[in-house]
């Protein structure tokens, strides 16, 4: 479990950074909708006088509402991916930055310095008045009580999987 906190830390910037791409990405998300789909299959306003000599466009209209259904699950499975990777960037996001805030004062200081600010080893010790030995010790019982909270959680998890 360490080693799992240890890579959440170390990963943090990257995830942030991919969790907004994602953010901008499904807003920014341009489909096709069904009425265009439908008005461009059904010839439904035709240039000039035309004389209907069959059901075609008939046919071609029954197929277009039909598209209508297939349209939009092929528009929710462009975009569910995305939707399922940011709820989970943003759950591993939010708790991580919680479990943080939660530490002891000197611990939540230094950890949101050096992970969620991402300020050198050299800064965050000159701004707390302590040196690297001292920052070091305090990241370590910070892992410690990282590693109780994501434990809490998974043992969380597996009970209301279990129930």
Not at 19 to 27: G, S, V
Not at 65 to 80: H, M, P, Q, W
Not at 124 to 137: D, E, F, G, M, P
Request: hydrophobic share 40%; net charge negative; glycine share 4%.
């Amino acid at each position: 479990m360490k080693g799992y906190v240890e890579k959440m830390i170390s990963e943090y910037p990257q995830m942030v950074r991919e969790r907004e791409h994602l953010k901008r990405q499904i807003e920014t998300q341009e489909f096709l909708s069904a009425d265009e789909l439908i008005c461009a299959m059904s010839f439904s306003h035709p240039d000039g006088e035309r004389v209907q000599s069959s059901d075609l466009s008939d046919k071609t209209a029954r197929i277009a509402l039909g598209y209508r259904e297939k349209l939009d699950r092929i528009n929710n499975e462009l975009v569910a991916p995305m939707q399922k990777r940011y709820a989970a960037l943003d759950t591993e996001i939010s708790f991580l930055e919680t479990s943080i805030d939660e530490l002891p004062e000197d611990m939540t200081i230094a950890m949101h310095e050096l992970v969620i600010d991402g300020f050198s080893w050299e800064e965050v010790a000159a701004n707390l008045y302590i040196s690297i030995t001292k920052l070091q010790k305090l990241r370590r019982a910070a892992i410690e009580n990282l590693v109780r909270a994501y434990q809490k959680r998974e043992s969380l998890l597996a009970g209301e999987l279990l129930s």
